[in-house]
Nanobody, 134 residues
Framework: QVQLVESGGGSVQFGGSLRLSCTAS????????IGWFRQAPGKGREEVSC????????NYADSVKGRFTISRDNAKRTVYLQMDALRTEDSAVYYC???????????????????????????WGQGTQVTVSS
C-alpha cells in the first residue's frame, strides 16, 4: 500500500500563499488518483482537489476554484497544492490521499469529480496544519 507524507503547512496571513507537498513511496500501480482533503475543528472532512497521475486530469471544490492549483511531478512521486489568496476559512488540517486506478478505468471529468467527492481513498497521509489569520 502506498505511503504518503505531506509537508508545507504553516501559518500565513489572510491573502497569503502556501504550497503543500505530498510525496508517495511504495508505489506499485501504474497510475493513481491523488486527492487533497481538509478538516477544520468540529467539521467533517471535505475534498479540496484531486489529480490523476497519468494524464493530469483535475477537479476542484467550488470553494477553492481560481485560488488553488494542484499539480504533479511523477518523477518525484510528488503532488503539490499551491494555495493562493488564502482565507481564514481555509484553516484546517490538510490530508493527501491516494487510490490506484486499474487500467480498465476510463478517466473522465465526471469520474474524477465523483471519486474526489466520494473521499473513498485507500491510503492517507498524516496531515499538515494550515492556519490563516486575519
Amino acid at each position: 500500500q502506498v505511503q504518503l507524507v505531506e509537508s508545507g503547512g504553516g501559518s500565513v496571513q489572510f491573502g497569503g500563499s502556501l504550497r503543500l507537498s505530498c510525496t508517495a513511496s511504495r508505489v506499485t500501480a501504474d497510475r493513481y488518483i491523488i486527492g487533497w482533503f481538509r478538516q477544520a475543528p468540529g467539521k467533517g472532512r471535505e475534498e479540496v482537489s484531486c489529480i490523476v497521475t497519468s494524464d493530469g486530469s483535475t477537479n476542484y471544490a467550488d470553494s477553492v476554484k481560481g485560488r488553488f492549483t494542484i499539480s504533479r511531478d511523477n518523477a518525484k512521486r510528488t503532488v503539490y497544492l499551491q494555495m493562493d489568496a488564502l482565507r481564514t476559512e481555509d484553516s484546517a488540517v490538510y490530508y493527501c490521499a491516494a487510490d490506484p486506478l486499474p487500467r480498465s478505468t476510463i478517466v473522465t471529468p465526471a469520474f474524477v469529480e465523483n471519486k474526489c467527492r466520494g473521499r473513498d481513498f485507500r491510503s492517507w497521509g498524516q496531515g499538515t496544519q494550515v492556519t490563516v489569520s486575519s
